[in-house]
């Protein structure tokens, strides 16, 4: 999968499983994400995933993709933090240093995906 910001253009690593395809399946897919609680960018998808199978974590990691069931949210952090009581499914990891440039993003910032 690629993300692209900026007309930069950053490869993800993604972990196997039905998440991770049924996010491949609404591909290529251009997103505006908010900036929340000052470590990630989210935003709703336009159609419900599948998490069967996927890992879930409280703790979160600067440069990776997670998901979040309860409002169907695609989440690109920029920060390491534990968000305990939330638990959110990993979609894979973002190469290049993202976390960087998004730390200095704005309120929003918009991204393509695609595979």
Same mark, same amino acid.
């Given at each position: &999968?690629?993300?692209?910001?900026? +007309? ?7 972990? !196997? ?8 399946? &609404? ?9 929340? !609680?000052?470590?990630?960018?989210? %935003? ?8 069967? +199978? ?7 990691? !600067? +440069?990776?993709?997670?998901? $979040?069931?309860?409002? =169907? !949210?695609?989440?690109? =952090? $920029?920060?390491? %933090? ?23 993003? +704005?309120?929003?910032?918009?991204? %393509?995906?695609?595979?």
């Amino acid at each position: &999968m690629e993300l692209v910001l900026n +007309g930069q253009e950053y490869s993800v690593r993604t972990e !196997a499983g039905s998440l991770t395809s049924s996010i491949e399946g &609404m591909l290529p897919l251009t997103l505006k994400l908010s900036r929340s !609680a000052d470590h990630e960018y989210y %935003t709703s998808l336009p159609q419900t995933v599948s998490v069967d +199978g996927a890992e879930s974590t409280s703790h979160v990691k !600067a +440069g990776w993709i997670y998901y $979040f069931k309860d409002w =169907n !949210a695609f989440a690109l =952090n $920029f920060k390491e %933090t534990d968000i305990a009581p939330y638990k959110v499914y990993v979609i894979g990891e973002v190469s290049g240093g993202i976390e960087r440039i998004l730390d200095e993003c +704005g309120q929003s910032i918009e991204v %393509t995906i695609r595979k």
